[in-house]
């Protein structure tokens, strides 16, 4: 790991980071019962990317921007789909997090990345997703992960067991 | 490392070079050849393993804590056991691959020996001994941030944080539960 790889997996957090903001906005016009629950999940986001940001800016980097629109992976019609949409962010999220983690050259983005992922794994359970035993991390550590993606514009990269099928 | 061998073996060559040009000083020369300090390869990043094996072994003995307390918590409440046997599941594969990360040095007892119930104090009612089970899992989470920092492999630290996570999730699940 270096400061390059560093560089491309804060960036690639930051790109989910602006996905989930947009995505909440999503899953929070569909929760009649658990919008005030949205909205926290979409401010909490919100903070974690401009954190991000600055610490991306702090290391010599320019923030990637976000995408003017983003395809959601499924079409949100109901409160059930939207939190669907909130388990599916959470686990992409929680991985990149787990990317950062490995690929952090300083204590301050490790320490950053890994309550992320933590949040994450919370956020994850709340909206229903099941535990899993090791967020973030495809399978058993030890075996090469694989890359997910921050987007929701590229469905077919949902290797998450909550992807549509 | 191929550069530093080459340098290692120039310096040699020409120490070699300068003792055979001092022959009238055979003795001294080759005394002084003899000491010549051969760089060893570098021990690698010592340090940092032995650090790493201390917290790798922190991280084992907590999963060992938090798989008693769940023991303990079924063996006074029987009939959560439903409810409770995924996460111990997942405490064990937590333990499995801090395990199978290397030799633990310090290691007195059987790591993958099944924890003994009846150290913790569980509770009677059942509600308040999810709640206690639910306090030891937020405490390991918060742990395990802290080991994750305190790690020097870049791939370990993510596996602590991985694990933190589901411990994180652990807490919040069994309080709502």
């Given at each position: 790991m270096n400061a390059e790889d560093e560089l491309t997996a804060a960036q690639a957090a930051l790109a989910g980071e602006h996905a989930c903001v947009y995505g909440y906005g999503v899953v929070g016009a569909h929760l009649s019962d658990d919008a005030e629950t949205a909205a926290r999940a979409l401010q909490a986001h919100r903070d974690r990317r401009d954190d991000l940001a600055a610490l991306i800016r702090a290391g010599g980097g320019e923030p990637e921007a976000s995408a003017p629109t983003y395809e959601l992976p499924q079409p949100v019609t109901d409160a059930a789909s939207a939190s669907k949409l909130a388990v599916l962010m959470e686990t992409r999220l929680a991985a990149l997090y787990a990317d950062l983690v490995g690929a952090a050259q300083s204590g301050e983005l490790r320490e950053f990345a890994a309550q992320a992922l933590v949040a994450a794994s919370v956020a994850r359970g709340r909206w229903g997703g099941e535990p899993v035993?090791?967020?973030?991390?495809?399978?058993?550590?030890?075996t090469p992960g694989t890359q997910a993606s921050p987007t929701p514009q590229t469905p077919s990269d949902t290797e998450t067991p909550e992807s549509p099928q | 490392m191929v550069t530093g061998v080459t340098n290692t073996v120039d310096v040699r060559r020409r120490r070699l070079l300068i003792c055979l040009a001092g022959l009238p000083m055979l003795g001294t020369a080759l005394a002084a050849c003899a000491d010549?300090?051969?760089?060893?390869?570098a021990p690698g990043h010592r340090l940092d393993v032995d650090m790493d094996v201390k917290v790798r072994w922190r991280a084992v003995e907590a999963e060992r804590a938090l798989l008693g307390l769940y023991a303990a918590t079924l063996t006074a409440h029987p009939g959560l056991s439903d409810t409770l046997a995924p996460f111990t599941a997942r405490h064990t594969e937590h333990l499995d691959v801090l395990v199978e990360g290397?030799?633990?040095?310090?290691?007195?007892?059987?790591?993958?020996?099944p924890p003994s119930p009846g150290s913790a104090d569980v509770p009677a009612d059942a509600a308040a001994a999810l709640a206690a089970v639910a306090e030891a899992e937020s405490a390991a989470a918060e742990a395990r941030v802290a080991d994750c920092l305190a790690a020097s492999g870049s791939r370990f630290a993510a596996v602590l944080a991985s694990v933190a996570a589901c411990e994180a999730a652990h807490a919040a699940t069994l309080e709502s539960a």
């Open positions: 035993a090791f967020p973030g991390l495809s399978g058993r550590p030890g | 010549d300090a051969v760089p060893k390869s290397g030799p633990l040095p310090f290691s007195a007892s059987d790591p993958l020996a």
